[in-house]
Each structure stands twice: as C-alpha cells, then as structure tokens.
C-alpha cells in the first residue's frame, strides 16, 4: 500500500485493500469469541466461591450478558 502511495499508481493498492476489507468481518467474530470463550473459562471458579442461589443467578446473567437471552 505504500508503494502504491509513493509511485501514485493506486490500482496497486487495491488487492491489499479488498483482501483487508474481506477479513474485516472474520477477524471482528473471533474477536468476540475469544471474549465469550475467556468469560466462559473464570466462570466455573466465580461459581465455586458463591453459595448454590447466588451461583445459578450470576450464570444466567453472564450467559445473558455473553448470548443476549434473558434469563429465565
């Protein structure tokens, strides 16, 4: 891309730009997956450390908060 820039010729930039913009949306899911899959790997030691009541009540707000459902 900068090559593209300095010689002024920027149909060169364009297979960097298309490839980029391709990968925008992939890399935007694992992103959010790897935050759900850290979430979801301290849950069990959260749970550990509350009582049974107060353990199944932060589960169904951190699946709630992690998947959008509301909590049943």
Known sequence: MIAA?????FLWS???MITTG???YPMQQI???RQKNIALATAPLL???LPTDQ???E??????????ASPK
């Open 14 to 16: 364009a297979p960097s």
């Open 5 to 9: 820039l300095v010689s002024q010729q």
């Open 59 to 68: 589960m169904g707000r951190l699946l709630s908060s992690l998947y959008g």
């Open 47 to 49: 749970i550990a450390t």
């Open 31 to 33: 992103k959010e997956l």
């Open 22 to 24: 391709l990968l925008h």
């Open 55 to 57: 353990a199944a009540a």
